[in-house]
């Protein structure tokens, strides 16, 4: 019976090799030796299988996304749930969390759709004005949307992560908003435009059949705001546009959700805490709202003064700080 091996080849690639027992002689060296008989497993065939929904180390710059398939620093910790969780009670939070999920690539597909029009369209102007609206959906599910590495490649890293501006490897929403903002321009960011559609359509075809674990959830309320707090806050997500309050204020808005979802729990086991993170994340807020707009989205990330951004960076720290503890707090 012929076996099958899964050897991992590359991003989201497999070779699905199958092998059968091949019997090798060596003849003898002199007529004292004697035959040796052995056997190995050769490949007889071997075929491709993508799998563009493998989970593993997405994020940009090598972040990390959610730990992936290999783990990570609790890789090997198995944390019991809190006497006062009901894993009945978890399990709603997580399904309505994976429906929050699904709501906001729905919604994503939408907006980057909008995008996308005018940039085939070529209307800069157009284009430029809905880019920040464009990523919100993104921004809020991150930790789970870049789980997915190979869909994380193509659709959110920035140039820092490939060869320059011109590799062509280089794709996504930070492609396009390179053209528009920088180069003033759709022009040859037609095909960009087009790929980006498909593979947030693909993003959505994951999601819909993933699994999301509990852990995952509630790590992801500290992650989205970590990840702000550790390398955006230096303005180099949408360093083109300079429109990263809009990023920052979605990944709040994730957080905040997850948290929501939770909330009872939370009260029931550590009230002082919830407590500390909704003055974490007011305070937040506010410092987001004084440089948001009367007509609504942000002013540019140009804007924000010295001291506000070390404010802000310290009230970003706070509360990831606080959020960090969930998942000690649940038991996941």
Excluded at 165 to 192: A, C, Q, S, V
């Amino acid at each position: 019976m012929n076996s099958k091996t899964k050897i991992w080849v590359g991003v989201g690639a497999y070779l699905l090799t199958s092998a059968v027992p091949t019997v090798e002689i060596s003849r003898p060296s002199s007529t004292n030796d004697t035959l040796q008989v052995s056997a190995k497993l050769m490949p007889n065939a071997i075929a491709q299988t993508p799998d563009p929904c493998r989970k593993g180390l997405g994020g940009e710059g090598g972040e990390g996304g959610e730990g992936g398939e290999g783990g990570g620093d609790d890789a090997y910790l198995t944390p019991t749930l809190n006497p006062a969780v009901q894993a009945a009670e978890l399990e709603q939070a997580v399904t309505a969390y994976k429906a929050y999920v699904v709501k906001e690539v729905d919604r994503l597909l939408v907006d980057a759709k909008v995008f996308t029009d005018r940039v085939i369209a070529g209307d800069v102007a157009g284009a430029k004005a809905v880019y920040g609206s464009s990523r919100l959906g993104w921004e809020r599910i991150e930790p789970i949307a870049e789980s997915f590495a190979e869909f994380d490649g193509v659709i959110d890293l920035r140039v820092d992560d490939f060869k320059g501006e011109d590799d062509p490897e280089f794709t996504g929403f930070h492609r396009i908003e390179m053209g528009l903002f920088k180069y003033n321009t759709t022009k040859g960011y037609e095909p960009f435009a087009k790929k980006l559609m498909q593979d947030l359509q693909g993003l959505k075809t994951c999601v819909a059949a993933l699994e999301i674990e509990p852990r995952d959830m509630v790590r992801g309320a500290s992650e989205l705001i970590e990840e702000v707090a550790q390398g955006k806050i230096t303005g180099e997500e949408d360093r083109y546009s300079r429109m990263d309050f809009w990023s920052f204020k979605a990944n709040v808005e994730g957080s905040e959700k997850i948290v929501e979802l939770i909330r009872p729990m939370i009260m029931r086991i550590n009230p002082a805490l919830l407590r500390q993170i909704d003055q974490d994340f007011a305070a937040v807020n506010q410092m987001l709202a004084k440089y948001s707009l009367p007509e609504g989205g942000f002013m540019t990330y140009d804007k924000l003064t010295p001291t506000d951004k070390r404010r802000l960076q310290a009230d970003l720290a706070r509360l990831a700080e606080s959020l960090s503890k969930l998942r000690g707090v649940i038991g996941v």
